[in-house]
């Protein structure tokens, strides 16, 4: 199986901060590499597809890095709604493996 | 507008069996893979199998296989996550998922079932 290893496993953040989530694969995965937040009692919700494709209806201020092995979410001006647990997904071979995802916390 | 809609939560007790299901409406429910994940309670996300419902080709992940049975009935657009034999550690919330027809990935979601089992 591919490992997903999501860094940092939580951060505390101001609003309007920028903030960074990254998540590297045990071989490379090319861009099959997707972002989801979820928020508690939700089903997540994706924001990123394709290692960078901005899903429709996602703010702007995500966005999407990387192929191979190494990639990033940023949140570029951190908003109170964006509090959240963010996981990211590859989806280049079967079994799909998260990463043990990312809690951001208000500061 | 697509949806996946989750049958209810459900209380079993470990050796029972159980069957949830997933009812797909607003597209073409055979040319989507549908996918089921784990959550446990305070935990991550977990992959564990999809299926394609035009062919039932099914992929599982190795921890699961043989614990659980993914399957679908294209005929009422429903797919299903089915334990003959339950244990206490299946206690979790389930979410079903489906991607687009061309792309790898989940862009909706059901509401999640939640599974619990007594021991």
């Known amino acids: 199986d591919i490992q997903m290893t999501q860094s940092p496993s939580s951060l505390s953040a101001s609003v309007g901060d920028r903030v960074t989530i990254t998540c590297r694969a045990s071989q490379s995965i090319e861009s099959y590499l997707n972002w989801y937040q979820q928020k508690p009692g939700k089903a997540p919700n994706l924001l990123i597809f394709a290692a960078s494709s901005l899903q429709s209806g996602v703010p702007s201020r995500f966005s999407g890095s990387g192929s191979g092995t190494d990639f990033t979410l940023t949140i570029s001006s951190l908003q109170t709604e964006d509090f959240a647990t963010y996981y990211c997904l590859q989806t280049y071979t079967t079994p799909w493996t998260f990463g043990q995802g990312t809690k951001v916390e208000i500061k | 507008e697509v949806q996946l809609v989750q049958s209810g939560a459900e209380v079993k007790k470990s050796g029972e069996s159980l069957k949830i299901s997933c009812k797909g409406s607003?597209?073409?429910?055979?040319?989507?893979?549908i996918g089921w994940v784990r959550q446990m309670a305070g935990g991550g996300l977990e992959w564990m199998g999809i299926?394609?419902?035009?062919?039932?080709?099914?992929r599982y992940r190795p921890s699961f296989q043989g614990h659980i049975t993914i399957s679908a009935d294209k005929s009422i657009n429903t797919a299903y996550l089915h334990w003959s034999t339950l244990k206490a550690s299946d206690t979790a919330m389930y979410y079903c998922?489906?991607?687009?027809?061309?792309?790898?990935?989940?862009?909706?979601w059901g509401q999640g079932t939640l599974v619990t089992v007594s021991s």
């Open positions: 998922a489906i991607g687009p027809a061309a792309g790898r990935y989940f862009d909706f």
């Open positions: 299926i394609y419902p035009g062919d039932s080709d099914t």
């Open positions: 607003g597209y073409r429910f055979s040319n989507h893979w």
